[in-house]
């Protein structure tokens, strides 16, 4: 079988540095293109180019392969030749005080109406004063309050006048009017009011009387002619201030000529200044009247209202907004309502509205880790329903659940025009397609990236660009070519596949500044392929405790792994242990008994509950090859036990299915197993073996155990035909495999696997329908049929002359 040995040339693909004519990653030019991800830049252009709903997009793919990076760089590259979305702002709403109107205005306008309006409360403090100290406004208003004044003594003349002719005097005293009769012009005594006579007493009183009811409804008159007056008074203020007020408002709506929310929100202010002008007068109240307000902007806290609050505002040629949200929160995606504590009660008011980060990407992108978007309470549901209403409404969560009964705001919805790209894993993905109805309606376009890139020329020469473009935006030094050669092994070695590149940036990116570091320890310049290879021991000694705990524990025996001589029904799985970003490979034993039964393989991992499913799925398929090879025609009289020796956790995966079929076959053959030989290799009903995952780590582990106890020429690890292409081992097991000191097999079928862990032929079907005696077939049914006699004389009831 010296046949399936691989010779050292298949065991790792150096990269040829011949194909690099640079000496250099200096003499390399910058290279911002995405590489290896034509799927995912094509499905970006699509989801950003069309402009229907629900086309937003979903960047799939793990972490470190560039989907933030080139859904980034494509976005701002776009972006400047895309138009420039509206300026928004928010202002009172004098009709509706907690529901502030949203304006929208023209690229970089919003600041300056903000300006005016600061401005127009500046001067209106000066100019209306001014207007109300006037000659004319101060001779009208004197006019007006002498009319009610003249009003008041006219008839007060007239009722004095009515009284005189009846003989009776108007008299003002501290409680009032009164009246009293009179006598030669003079008021008599209550005496001599008594000597008149009862008919003269009578007409007095009447007289008195009638005068009392006329002086009631001149007095009943005189709020009403205040009134009249007030209101005369405040139309003349209303006049001056208009006059004052509306030059100054003209000068400012110009620039919002096209713009009629603008100006109706401009008309509303006018409006407001002339109906409450008193406000830009000096005031006579006390000091405790003025309080700061909610914004704590003016110490005039009805002013306020004047204030322009802008929520957001673009240069207008800088295109549109590409943002990323590193925290998206519920208010930060939606913005929300501040409130300030103020004697004890919080208050607030339009200018404490904060814009959120839809307010920020409205009418452009809007980049989110969809996973954080998840973890944030309320957060997804918040985002779709802006989404799906095109709008976005701020709201609090205290006040749309009731959990705070302070005075909030309703600001009215802004609408929404945005382009929203989810980032995350693939799985994550799956299960909002599953579960998440919304999902699909919301995020149409699915930016699929590649784990990995074919390992072609074309493609080798744009990893060298790359790497010399992380070099000059990460400020390293330069790498020279045999480095270049060495990274692009390393890639090679991630991808788990020979003839593939990773495309996971972010772990190539960390292995050149850990280069460029061991180069400036070593003094380097450039750097060169041995520091590459220093940072990759780096990396596995920091790594490499508990791995070098498990070696250390079967050289001493703890756990037992042997690594010579043969033993029936024993042999030496592979399985691969994944910590903290470092895989290693660590052998175990696999042992099988058989005894007489009813034909079952005893999983004995997934009886305990150790084993995963797909370990058990492996049991069963070689439980089916063995019953279709050998109890087609026969009974299958035996119960066999299978077991991972020494395994305290959990067992999964069926890559030691075909170890599992080899140490059964050797346990019913009767066959010792060489355990200088270790395995690998999932198994179909057919008895094909078939590919797994892990093989570099899986072969290292069982290298360095027998390089530890040192190598015999005898000693080496089984793997699937399957898996050769992905083979890109260490430089020392490559060497051995020169050395002859250990050997990598391609096995395809267990066949040919079973003849080279026993050294026994395997055997084939004769004319007859049967294996020769001597293989490890033959071996097999021979043993089968023994059991089945042996079953059959069990269940024989005996004869009756022998009770």
Not at 659 to 680: C, F, M, R
Request: hydrophobic share 40%; net charge negative; aromatic share 6%.
């Amino acid at each position: 079988m010296t046949h399936l040995s691989l010779p050292a040339e298949k065991l790792f693909t150096p990269c040829d540095i011949s194909q690099y004519s640079f000496t250099t990653t200096a003499e390399l030019n910058e290279f911002d293109e995405i590489i290896g991800q034509d799927r995912a830049v094509s499905a970006i252009q699509f989801g950003m180019g069309i402009r229907h709903e629900g086309f937003n997009l979903f960047a799939i793919g793990p972490n470190g392969t560039g989907r933030f990076t080139a859904v980034h760089q494509f976005l701002t590259s776009r972006a400047p030749s895309e138009p420039t979305p509206a300026d928004w702002c928010y202002v009172h709403n004098f009709d509706q005080p907690h529901a502030p109107n949203a304006l929208q205005l023209p690229p970089g306008q919003s600041p300056h109406l903000q300006q005016a309006m600061q401005q127009l409360v500046e001067d209106l403090f000066t100019i209306i004063p001014t207007a109300f100290t006037s000659e004319e406004y101060q001779a009208q208003r004197k006019t007006i309050t002498a009319t009610l004044k003249e009003k008041e003594i006219q008839a007060l003349e007239s009722l004095k006048d009515e009284a005189d002719q009846r003989g009776i005097a108007l008299l003002q005293t501290p409680g009032g009017f009164a009246f009293a009769p009179t006598k030669d012009g003079n008021v008599i005594t209550p005496e001599e009011f008594l000597r008149l006579s009862t008919s003269e007493q009578q007409a007095l009183e009447s007289d008195i009387k009638k005068l009392q009811e006329s002086l009631q409804q001149i007095m009943q008159q005189v709020p009403q002619w205040h009134r009249e007056t007030q209101q005369r008074l405040k139309e003349l203020d209303q006049e001056i201030a208009a006059f004052a007020v509306k030059p100054v408002i003209d000068e400012i709506r110009p620039p919002y000529a096209d713009l009629p929310d603008v100006l109706a929100y401009l008309d509303t202010v006018e409006a407001d200044i002339i109906q409450n002008v008193r406000d830009f007068l000096p005031s006579e109240e006390s000091p405790l009247a003025e309080v700061m307000s909610p914004a704590g902007g003016s110490s005039r806290p009805r002013l306020a209202r004047f204030q322009v609050n802008v929520i957001i505002t673009h240069e207008p040629d800088e295109g549109a907004p590409v943002v990323h949200e590193e925290l998206p929160t519920y208010p930060n995606l939606l913005g929300r309502v501040e409130h300030i504590s103020q004697m004890g009660t919080l208050l607030t008011d339009f200018t404490l509205i904060k814009a959120g980060t839809l307010h920020k990407a409205n009418g452009g992108y809007l980049i989110l880790d969809a996973r954080k978007v998840l973890l944030q309470p309320f957060a997804w549901e918040a985002l779709k329903q802006a989404l799906r209403s095109k709008e976005i409404r701020i709201e609090s969560l205290g006040q749309a659940y009731s959990l705070i009964s302070t005075v909030s705001l309703e600001p009215e919805p802004i609408p929404l025009h945005v382009k929203v790209v989810l980032i995350g894993e693939r799985l994550l993905y799956y299960l909002l397609c599953a579960y998440d109805p919304d999902f699909t309606e919301l995020f149409k376009v699915a930016a699929d990236f590649e784990d990995e890139m074919p390992r072609s020329l074309e493609n080798n020469l744009a990893y060298a660009r790359l790497i010399a473009n992380l070099v000059h935006k990460e400020g390293l030094r330069n790498f020279d070519r045999a480095a270049v050669g060495r990274i692009l092994e390393q890639s090679a070695r991630l991808a788990a596949d020979a003839e593939k590149l990773t495309t996971h940036m972010q772990t190539v990116t960390d292995l050149l500044r850990e280069a460029d570091y061991w180069a400036g320890v070593n003094g380097r310049d450039p750097i060169t392929a041995a520091d590459v290879e220093q940072a990759l021991a780096a990396q596995l000694q920091r790594a490499g405790r508990v791995r070098e705990r498990l070696l250390e524990s079967t050289l001493r025996e703890t756990l037992l792994v042997d690594t010579d001589g043969a033993v029936v029904g024993q042999i030496n799985g592979l399985s691969v242990i994944d910590l903290g970003g470092q895989a290693f490979g660590r052998p175990s034993r696999i042992t099988a008994r058989v005894r007489l039964g009813k034909g079952e393989v005893i999983d004995i991992e997934r009886q305990v509950e150790m084993g995963g499913p797909l370990h058990s799925k492996g049991v069963l398929i070689l439980s089916g090859f063995l019953g279709a090879r050998y109890a087609a025609e026969r009974p299958f009289s035996l119960s066999a036990s299978l077991v991972f020796e020494q395994s305290y956790g959990g067992v999964d995966g069926d890559s030691a299915s075909s170890a599992e079929l080899y140490a059964l076959l050797s346990a019913l053959a009767d066959a010792p197993i060489k355990q200088g030989l270790a395995v690998t290799g999932s198994v179909n009903q057919h008895g094909q073996v078939q590919a797994i995952g892990g093989v570099n780590e899986k072969i290292e582990g069982f290298f360095d155990l027998c390089q530890a106890r040192g190598l015999t020429g005898n000693q080496g690890v089984l793997i699937p035909t399957a898996n050769v292409k992905h083979l890109m081992l260490r430089q020392d097991v490559v060497a051995a495999v020169a050395a002859g000191q250990f050997a990598i097999y391609a096995v395809s079928t267990i066949d040919e696997g079973i003849e080279l862990l026993t050294g026994i032929t395997a055997g084939e079907l004769d004319g007859d329908g049967r294996y020769p005696p001597d293989s490890i077939n033959g071996r097999v049914v021979a043993r089968l049929e023994t059991l089945a006699a042996k079953q059959r004389e069990f269940t024989v009831p005996p004869e009756s002359g022998n009770r």
